[in-house]
């Protein structure tokens, strides 16, 4: 679906924006990554992404963008930034993962966007078992399609493309 999109990506502070309730708050794979530019979520977050999204849209007819290698959501009103961008940038399409599961306001806005427009949206919930459109470590589910890129099947996400174009089954992860 997205095939030989150019792929830009989006790193928040850890913890600064995730739920307390993550699994991994304390083993976060952000801990091995010292030297990870993080984009601070403070005032002017949105305006600055706007102009950056704006600029690659002149670039690049259609382009995918990874939300949060690090960091999460952090409010209603920046996942709704996130639906506005879909609207005002047709070349767009957004994926990621979330901790914000469904029954908190943030989860219930990311699976609102998503139900509606999953070619363009496909953000999964980490470590969910309830949704089959997440992103599950293999301690947490032993049901979906193990990660291709980390079983060597795929040289990288760009290659493969499952989490953003699988629509039937959750996605595995060796460790996530």
Known sequence: MHKDRPIFTLTLE????????????DD???NNMPFAHRISHGK???HKLYADLTEIQK?????LV??????????VDYVQFWERCLDKFPGLAIWGYTHWHPGTDIGDEIKRIRTAQWDRFSVRF??????ILSANSEEIADKG???PEQT???KSCADCGLCWSMKKQSVIFKTH
């Open 44 to 46: 002017g977050l949105t």
């Open 126 to 131: 980490s470590d969910y078992t309830r949704d």
């Open 14 to 25: 850890e913890r600064a924006t995730c739920p307390r309730t993550c699994g991994h708050w």
């Open 145 to 147: 399609v193990v990660c």
């Open 152 to 154: 060597g099947k795929a």
């Open 28 to 30: 976060c794979y952000g």
């Open 59 to 63: 670039k690049h007819e259609k382009f």
């Open 66 to 75: 990874r939300l949060h290698v690090l960091g999460d959501f952090y409010s």
